[in-house]
Every structure is written in structure tokens, then in C-alpha cells.
């Protein structure tokens, strides 16, 4: 079993476009109704594919960690321009 780190850019439709993590080059199609978790666009997950069939893990950790690295790059652009 192979499996790979991914972020959730957007959805498509009713395809949702994840993005591989971390240089984010590649992308990965995949059905909505195929996942098997919840996610939302910005989450970290963890992809593989068991019996043709995608297993999708939110890596929360990861996601939160990505979020906070973001604001804080917010924030710090917000104050250069004050």
C-alpha cells in the first residue's frame, strides 16, 4: 500500500482537487462521493488506495500546524503595510 501526504485545495463540482504536499505540483481527482472522511479545503491528509478503493486520513495535526504557519505570514504582511 502506497500513500502519500495531500492538501485539499478546492472542490470542483463533484470532484474534489487535492494537491500533493508539499511542493503541491501534482494534483489528484477524486470523487466526493468516493471519501471516506470529512474534509474541508485547506486540510492535510494522508492518501492511499486499498482495493481500488481511496482511504482518505485528516492529518490534523499537519493541518493545523499549516494554518497557523499561514497566519502568521498573514500577520506579518498586515504589519508591513501599517
Not at 471516506?36 to 492535510?44: A, L, M, N, P, S
Not at 490534523?60 to 503595510?81: F, M, Y
Request: a negative charge; hydrophobic letters at 35%.
Amino acid at each position: 500500500m502506497n500513500s502519500n501526504k495531500y492538501t485539499l485545495d478546492r472542490v470542483e463540482g463533484e470532484l474534489a482537487v487535492f494537491l500533493k504536499y508539499p511542493n503541491e505540483t501534482k494534483r489528484l481527482h477524486i470523487a466526493i462521493s468516493e471519501l471516506d472522511e470529512e474534509v474541508k479545503e485547506g486540510d492535510i491528509v494522508l492518501i492511499s488506495i486499498e482495493n481500488d478503493t481511496y482511504k482518505v486520513e485528516r492529518l490534523v495535526a499537519d493541518t493545523e500546524k499549516q494554518r497557523e504557519k499561514v497566519r502568521g505570514l498573514l500577520e506579518k504582511l498586515k504589519n508591513q503595510q501599517k
